[in-house]
């Protein structure tokens, strides 16, 4: 892979960390190729890029996290060698950043501190204390297409109330409060009636197309949302693909389909 190619990969990449994780991501002012991304008032990683990256070495970075002991900031450091390791040649800080926000969480959680949550690729069961609406959430793979970002979330819920308890619920989460579109579909059914609906979320036609999708695999009382970053590359139909196969995923991922 020769330079050029490193910069443009570069420069995808650093435009779709912009587009997830907005203000937590900043570029570092007088200092060319360098950025922060911040995962609270606590800990922060410093992390600059190099032309050899992605081809043959990862970027340098710097963790400035005096809250974390000797060996939570080894473990962080064996996880990002390991990344660049098996993906060699591809982007890996968007991984580097999810990986050290899932130890940071951990760590915290075991030490009873409470940090922000952050999306991660797993199930979480939550109770909104109002009508005490609980939410067993999965949060799906990320699907990234030319500085696009697509994931799928999926729940159980049991009527049209509970679809906006959960869509509300996502958006407290400020990545996903922040997206270019959250677009979602439901179906639900009660007494043998069925009401379904979608909401494009100002991608039209998408939230049409996940309908279609819940009434293919036959699912019942579920909802599903797929949240883009748009990355300032149009992508064409290609989106729709992408944004079905981010919502097939998480269904999958959540059991609700085989």
Request: proline share 3%; net charge negative.
């Amino acid at each position: 892979m020769d330079l050029n190619s490193n910069i443009s990969l570069q420069k995808d990449e650093i435009e779709a960390l912009s587009a997830i994780y907005g203000s937590q991501w900043e570029a570092d002012q007088g200092i060319e190729d360098s950025f922060t991304f911040h995962v609270d008032s606590e800990v922060q990683v410093y992390i600059t890029l190099n032309k050899s990256y992605p081809s043959e070495s990862p970027p340098a970075y710097q963790l400035l996290a005096p809250a974390l002991d000797s060996k939570v900031k080894r473990e962080i450091d064996d996880e990002f060698k390991r990344i660049f390791n098996e993906n060699c040649g591809t982007p890996i800080i968007f991984q580097w950043l999810e990986k050290l926000l899932e130890v940071v969480q951990t760590t915290k959680k075991a030490d009873e501190i409470k940090i922000p949550k952050e999306i991660q690729t797993k199930k979480e069961v939550v109770v909104e204390d109002e009508n005490l609406v609980k939410f067993d959430v999965t949060h799906g793979s990320v699907i990234e297409d030319r500085k696009s970002v697509f994931q799928g979330h999926a729940c159980s819920v049991y009527s049209e109330i509970e679809v906006n308890k959960f869509i509300n619920f996502l958006k407290q989460n400020k990545k996903i409060a922040q997206a270019t579109h959250n677009i979602s579909a439901y179906r639900v059914k009660r007494d043998d009636i069925w009401y379904q609906d979608y909401d494009d979320d100002g991608e039209t036609h998408a939230g049409q197309r996940l309908l279609h999708l819940l009434q293919i695999v036959d699912v019942t009382n579920v909802v599903v949302v797929v949240t883009r970053w748009y990355g300032g590359v149009h992508l064409g139909p290609k989106r729709f693909q992408h944004i079905n196969n981010a919502a097939r995923q998480v269904l999958q991922q959540a059991n609700f389909i085989k």
